[in-house]
């Protein structure tokens, strides 16, 4: 019988096959979060405070600002409802 020859990267690949997986998915890991930080940074809204967002840009339709206009504060009452007898409105202050 004629003994195989062993093969150098087939016995490297199979001794450290685990050292050699969690390398790659470590560098698939920290590829991915430069890849995901370099484009939330290219937002090209700069802020002070690094968060990317500026909250003076944001941007309303109309009719969101028209709901958002008709909105009251919590000292206004809202007059107009009838509840049933027995039953208090929770909400009113």
Do not use: A
């Not at 939330?40 to 028209?66: A, C, M, R, W, Y």
């Amino acid at each position: 019988m004629e003994e195989e020859k062993s093969n150098p990267i087939k016995n490297f690949l199979g001794r450290f096959n685990n050292v050699i997986f969690i390398v790659m998915l470590t560098s698939v890991l920290i590829f991915c979060i430069m890849v995901l930080k370099y484009n939330i940074g290219q937002t090209g809204v700069e802020v002070s405070d690094g968060t990317g967002i500026d909250p003076n840009q944001t941007v309303f339709s109309e009719p969101l600002k028209n709901k958002i206009n008709k909105l009251r504060t919590s000292d206004q009452n809202s007059g107009n409802q009838t509840l049933p007898t027995g039953r208090i409105n929770p909400f009113s202050e």
